[in-house]
């Protein structure tokens, strides 16, 4: 994990000017250490078994992280879940942050472990074979539910199997379309590496780099990628 902008702006309709209502960076890996508490989230998270199609545990985990901290929510049919924080007024968006919740790895238990020396984690099974870990995009669950507890008017999607097709978001989209028409923007966490932001996917440009949002977001990506 490495450090990871975030700027949770409003964006006000009338006069599209945005209102920054949130700031935030969050400091991993070679920048800063992480804390203990921050460290046994990110194991649990990652000790959870899914696979697409297999993403209940997940799920599970999600809705009683949403109760005990008495966050709005709903799972949809397929088993998406949609968290809300907060209200903006009439005239303003929320932001949207998500990840997907499903993995390509067999389906099994799995224990994490630390390696302090390298500062790396990875998971092993019942063997005590080393074992793929889901942590796409699983680290992206644990981003969600940082934020989430850090911002204060907030929405986010967690979606079940993107690595076959989209499917969850997709269905998400057509089946609760007026869940995101007060979202101004979303940010997905679902890179490799610490520093990348993604333009172009699937030959779509996501965003224009003249536009509004990215006018917005550049002075803070220019503190974080070189």
Not at 104 to 127: G, Q, R, S
Request: charge should be negative; aromatic fraction near 10%; proline fraction near 4%.
């Amino acid at each position: 994990m490495g450090k990871i902008p975030i700027i949770s702006p409003k964006v006000d309709k009338s006069d599209k000017k945005p209102c920054l209502c949130t700031a935030f960076s969050f400091n991993h890996g070679n920048h800063s250490k992480m804390n203990n508490r921050d460290k046994e989230l990110l194991k649990s998270i990652l000790s959870i078994p899914t696979r697409y199609k297999q993403e209940q545990q997940v799920i599970d985990f999600l809705v009683e992280w949403c109760e005990s901290k008495r966050y709005s929510y709903e799972v949809d049919d397929i088993g998406n879940v949609l968290v809300t924080k907060g209200q903006v007024n009439e005239n303003q968006y929320y932001p949207l942050i998500c990840s997907h919740i499903d993995g390509v790895h067999p389906f099994e238990n799995k224990t994490i472990i630390e390696d302090k020396k390298n500062e790396i984690l990875y998971a092993v099974n019942e063997e005590g074979l080393p074992v793929g870990c889901s942590g796409d995009d699983l680290c992206g669950t644990y981003c969600c539910l940082k934020l989430l507890d850090i911002l204060d008017c907030v929405k986010v999607g967690f979606y079940v199997s993107e690595e076959i097709g989209f499917i969850g978001s997709s269905h998400s989209l057509t089946t609760k379309r007026n869940w995101y028409n007060d979202i101004g923007y979303v940010i997905e966490f679902d890179s490799p590496g610490d520093r990348q932001v993604t333009e172009v996917c699937n030959g779509q440009r996501l965003f224009d780099r003249d536009r509004e949002y990215f006018n917005l977001v550049d002075p803070i990506l220019q503190l974080f990628i070189p």
